[in-house]
């Protein structure tokens, strides 16, 4: 069990506290029924074996448990274990992993929202001692599901089960627990260390994913596959700079999205969602692997959100208010050269003189301020013609 929380903040939250929460140790009703009727709500308990009464029971003790953790009281002998106990306990009764995630944390959300609708002034609380509050939370957390996962895999839940926890455990923590880290990577067989790639399948495509797997580990390659978000995912082992350039020549043949490489089993949360980003703003025009070289620009103009629309404004507002012939000629001649970096290679694809390609830039410069052979004018401006609709 952890035992984090003896700061000079959580003695300060701790004093803070006491007078709204011993009450609720003589009767913690008003907490208990408002989790029961939120409860109700959660999903994954349905096939479960855990009837009214013991959710009550358990609840009633996590209930205590918290608020002993949280003023750092004293913790009566058959308390002290509780998360390990719950955890355990719901891995017996077959209750979802991803599920029981969600009950323990609505156990906070309920805790959360009584303190601070009893404790004046609300907002100072929240500002000293949410940090804290929330930290207790995840110390919880994760002694409830480490218990869960040692539980079931003594019981000898199939390693498929196993491994889909582990997973949510990991993406769930943003590849911050280090033992997530630890079980993952013993589960998949690989060293917290390795490097991946991960590969994303088009929608209505997963087969080609899985079928690329297959054939990669027949050449010695290793390589996982996945679902995330009901897509099939690809995760290749990089080890050697032979295999990796195979594995890398095999994903090119085939249509779908690569994120950059992983360092770490701990860094594959943040590889899935790029990867994951990545799939979401492919052309559909696009063909063979779509990474982070060509795909970038559209995944930071998908999250530029209301920001895009000034930034955009800000940087084609005045190439945009041309004349349409003049308009469209000089936005072509923007692309190709932002795509080639070379005046003679767009004038050949443009089939005019360099001279032309030079005079549309400058132009481009007097109106814009941008000038598309500096790095930093040429990023914002392809960043605004992507949010423009005109593909780099």
């Not at 308390?79 to 995630?101: E, H, M, T, Y």
């Not at 063979?288 to 920001?307: A, K």
Request: one cysteine or more; glycine letters at 6%.
């Amino acid at each position: 069990m952890h035992n984090e929380l003896d700061t000079e903040t959580g003695r300060g939250m701790a004093e803070a506290l006491r007078p709204t929460l011993l009450p609720l140790l003589e009767d913690p009703s008003v907490l208990v029924d408002e989790f029961i009727r939120e409860f109700h709500n959660l999903q994954g308990y349905e096939s479960a074996i855990v009837g009214e009464v013991d959710l009550r029971e358990s609840n009633h003790r996590a209930v205590e448990y918290l608020i002993r953790t949280l003023l750092h009281a004293s913790m009566p002998a058959d308390l002290v274990d509780f998360p390990i106990q719950l955890g355990r306990k719901r891995a017996r009764q077959g209750v979802p992993f991803n599920a029981l995630s969600r009950a323990v944390r609505l156990n906070f959300s309920v805790l959360w929202r009584y303190i601070m609708a009893h404790n004046l002034p609300a907002d100072e609380l929240f500002l000293t001692y949410s940090a804290e509050f929330w930290k207790t939370l995840d110390l919880y957390v994760e002694d409830v599901q480490a218990s869960y996962l040692d539980e079931a895999n003594a019981r000898g839940r199939n390693s498929a089960q196993l491994r889909d926890d582990l997973f949510r455990l990991l993406m769930l923590s943003g590849g911050g627990d280090r033992d997530a880290v630890r079980r993952l990577s013993a589960s998949l067989g690989v060293d917290p260390g390795a490097q991946f790639r991960v590969v994303h399948a088009r929608p209505g495509r997963d087969g080609e994913v899985l079928r690329l797997g297959q054939q990669l580990e027949r050449q010695g390659i290793r390589a996982i596959s996945h679902r995330f978000d009901e897509v099939a995912v690809l995760l290749v082992v990089v080890t050697d700079e032979s295999r990796d350039f195979a594995a890398i020549r095999a994903v090119n043949q085939l249509d779908c999205s690569v994120s950059p490489v992983a360092h770490g089993v701990s860094q594959l949360p943040a590889a899935i969602e790029f990867g994951r980003a990545l799939a979401d703003v492919r052309p559909h025009t696009a063909s063979g692997s779509y990474g982070m070289t060509l795909g970038w620009p559209r995944v930071l103009v998908s999250g530029m959100g209301r920001i895009g629309e000034m930034f955009a404004d800000e940087v084609l507002s005045a190439l945009l208010e041309l004349p349409e012939a003049e308009r469209e000629v000089h936005v072509e001649t923007a692309r190709v050269y932002l795509r080639t970096g070379s005046v003679g290679d767009t004038a050949k694809t443009l089939f005019c003189h360099r001279n032309t390609v030079v005079n549309r830039l400058n132009r481009i410069r007097e109106l814009t301020e941008h000038d598309l052979s500096v790095p930093r004018d040429a990023a914002a401006f392809i960043l605004a013609l992507e949010y423009r609709g005109f593909e780099v």
